[in-house]
């Protein structure tokens, strides 16, 4: 079972967007301390009630703030906001993703394959970065998170192993890397059959 937090940026009398805003912040890093497996972000416009005008940027400042908890929007207000505009700043699919690494890892593909050569200096044919970067999209867990967790429960049940190791420096970006290394813990890893996890438990220092 997972369990989450609602946060709704409320606005008690006495208090200023600045201080609300920024106590939100902090009980969503309260909460991955506390052991909550996410955080969810409500969008309201002209009132009290609540005063976060986009869950996505709101999100966005939190997820730099924390380390393992998922993020969500609880919900983003289509009237408010042109739906493809939203879509673009989620993004979040299979096909997004191998986009990216298409474009990026033949970049770094490129010079690290041209680097290579037999120990008894026979000729060695070129291969294609372009063509490396589609297979490894291809037989690799690459796209949403349900996504990567099925390809990787498939290949642990097929293969019986035991360990996976995950690349997870493809987009190139440090800060990119970084959210890559975050969402697979949050968003991935608890969907992985078996695993025990070693998320720390409430209370633990």
Do not use: K
Not at 58 to 78: E, I, M, P, Q
């Amino acid at each position: 079972m997972r369990v989450g937090v609602f946060l709704l940026a409320a606005r008690f009398p006495g208090q200023s967007d600045e201080e609300v805003l920024a106590a939100t912040v902090e009980a969503a890093v309260a909460a991955e301390r506390a052991g909550f497996d996410d955080v969810w972000l409500a969008e309201h416009h002209f009132m009290s009630y609540g005063i976060c005008p986009s869950a996505v940027t709101l999100a966005a400042y939190v997820l730099g703030s924390t380390r393992r908890v998922a993020v969500g929007t609880a919900v983003s207000v289509l009237s408010a906001t042109h739906p493809v505009a939203l879509a673009e700043q989620a993004g979040d699919s299979r096909a997004d993703a191998r986009r990216l690494l298409r474009r990026q890892l033949p970049r770094w593909l490129g010079p690290g394959l041209a680097g290579y050569m037999p120990v008894d200096g026979r000729p060695r044919p070129a291969r294609d970065p372009d063509r490396y970067a589609e297979l490894l999209c291809r037989i690799h867990p690459v796209g949403t998170a349900a996504d990567c967790a099925r390809i990787m429960a498939a290949t642990a049940q097929g293969t019986r192993i035991g360990h996976l190791i995950c690349t997870v420096e493809g987009a190139g970006d440090p800060a990119a890397v970084r959210e890559n290394i975050a969402r697979l813990g949050a968003e991935v890893l608890p969907l992985l059959p078996g695993r025990i996890s070693s998320r720390p438990t409430p209370g633990a220092g």
